[in-house]
């Protein structure tokens, strides 16, 4: 008798901890376990994205370009924090002590110098022949090393951008960006209205097609004096169009360059661009 009271308690105590007993009980911590999880996925992948790629570090820091930093650091003369670094995706975090060649480096304060260019100076950092530089000209403008953004030949004149942002310097560069380059050109002769009108529809030069966003005669002046507006980066892209109905450009001058003008701005001087200029060519899509 004793036996079954026994067997019948042990029963009532088995149906107390069923699951269908177990419905009011709330699981312990299930929710808030749950919310950490999510944090620490978001945390960690924050550090994955932070920072600022090593070869884009070097080259802000007015070392070298990006190409010629991934060469350095494949060759072993980057140190960060005191570990070298040969990995080519290595992120710098703030306040990471990056040193080049045992020389500590830290990016340059972003420049932005514009520059009316006179005739005869070409657009390059140096010449091993001697000549006229533009960056003699603007020798004095930044204690930061600063670099032409695209290029005017030799003889032609007007607004030519210098930065150290190569993003920025890349995005004006890029044809996708369709940057608006306005020039006044002078033509040996005076420009037929036929060969202007052939000039407004599609022109092939060198097997590719040009762009021309807009070509008129000038107000007030000879119908040798011509402004045309384009947004190609192409070498000397300008001359050949006109050379393709059969004129010579005598002189050219780049007088807008991505909304820049040369207002106030004479032929061999440079001025730094206004904060509210920088904004807006950043803007720029």
């Known amino acids: ?11 009532q105590e088995g149906k107390k901890n069923t699951p269908q007993n177990r419905k009011s009980v709330k ?10 999880f999510k ?5 960690k992948k924050s550090d994955e994205t932070s920072g600022i790629r090593l070869n884009k570090y070097i080259a802000n820091s007015g070392v070298c370009s990006r190409r010629e930093a991934d060469t350095y650091i494949e060759h072993g003369s980057v140190v960060v924090n005191g570990k070298l670094i040969t990995e080519m995706g290595y992120k710098v975090q703030p306040g990471d002590i990056v040193t ?3 020389t500590s480096i830290t990016p340059e304060q972003k420049k932005y110098v514009l520059l009316n260019k006179p005739k005869n100076y070409i657009t390059t950092m140096d010449d091993d022949r001697g000549r006229k530089t533009v960056m003699e000209l603007i020798a004095n403008a930044s204690k930061e090393r600063i670099y032409p953004v695209g290029r005017l030949d030799r003889n032609t004149t007007g607004l030519l951008l210098f930065t150290n942002d190569g993003d920025l310097a890349k995005k004006l560069t890029h044809p996708k960006h369709n940057v608006r380059k306005l020039y006044h050109a002078s033509l040996d002769r005076k420009l037929d209205l036929r060969d202007l009108e052939k000039l ?3 022109v092939i030069i060198e097997g590719r097609k040009v762009f021309i966003d807009a070509i008129s005669y000038v107000d007030g002046e000879p119908k040798s004096e011509v402004g ?21 450009v005598n002189k050219l001058d780049r007088v807008i360059f991505a909304e ?7 032929r061999g001087r440079w001025r730094e ?10 803007m720029m899509k």
């Open 260 to 266: 820049l003008t040369k207002k106030n701005l004479p």
């Open 228 to 248: 045309i507006e384009i947004h190609s980066g192409r070498n000397r892209i300008v001359r050949k169009i006109f050379e393709h109905v059969g004129y010579k």
């Open 273 to 282: 661009l206004t904060n509210l200029e920088v904004t807006n060519l950043q």
């Open 1 to 11: 008798m004793e036996s079954n009271k026994n067997s019948s308690r042990r029963r």
């Open 27 to 36: 699981p312990l911590g299930r929710k808030s376990v749950k919310k950490e």
């Open 200 to 202: 407004r529809g599609d």
């Open 100 to 102: 080049f060649d045992g």
């Open 39 to 43: 944090k620490n996925t978001s945390a």
